[in-house]
């Protein structure tokens, strides 16, 4: 499954305000570090349990949160706030996956210490996500098999 389909289907996908007659459409994104956004991965081409196409929204937040848990084990993945190196999997009360949703969707691991700069972590994206009233959604409970404890957390 293509991840824009699904994206779509999740109403991932944000319209971007810009002139023109077409209005550029916003598919969600991972930051690896501090104003480092990249494309999600298709669980399908990463030989995931389970497929794209099966997967719930609640699946691909589980799915994001262990790839950067992964991705930090390799020492790939910096802190969204800081910049700083985030530690592997021995260490996963240090630091949390956020998924915020606003002019678009992102997955942002940020200290468990840097918690407080998160909105202004997301003010230095290129473009910034500039939404008043920004949710933001803890993935690591989820990851956790802490229970559905995604609700908002304000911010
Ligand atoms: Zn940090």
């Not at 993945?77 to 998924?99: F, H, I, K, S």
Request: some cysteine; glycine content about 12%.
């Amino acid at each position: 499954m293509e991840l824009r389909a699904f994206f779509a289907a999740q109403r991932l996908l944000r319209p971007q305000p810009a002139e023109g007659p077409i209005t550029p459409i916003a598919p969600p994104a991972v930051a690896y570090g501090r104003a480092d956004l990249r494309q999600p991965p298709n669980p399908d081409e990463h030989g995931y349990h389970t497929p794209l196409a099966q997967m719930t929204l609640l699946d691909y937040h589980r799915f994001i949160g262990e790839w950067l848990v992964a991705a930090a084990d390799t020492g790939r993945v910096r802190c969204a706030v800081c910049d700083r190196q985030l530690a592997g999997a021995g260490e996963p009360q240090l630091w949390r996956v956020w998924a915020a949703e606003g002019a678009y969707v992102c997955w942002l691991p940020v200290h468990a210490a840097c918690r407080q700069g998160v909105q202004r972590g997301l003010g230095l994206l290129t473009p910034p996500i500039l939404v008043p009233g920004l949710r933001l959604y803890d993935v690591s409970a989820i990851v956790r098999g802490d229970g559905a404890s995604g609700g908002p957390q304000g911010g």
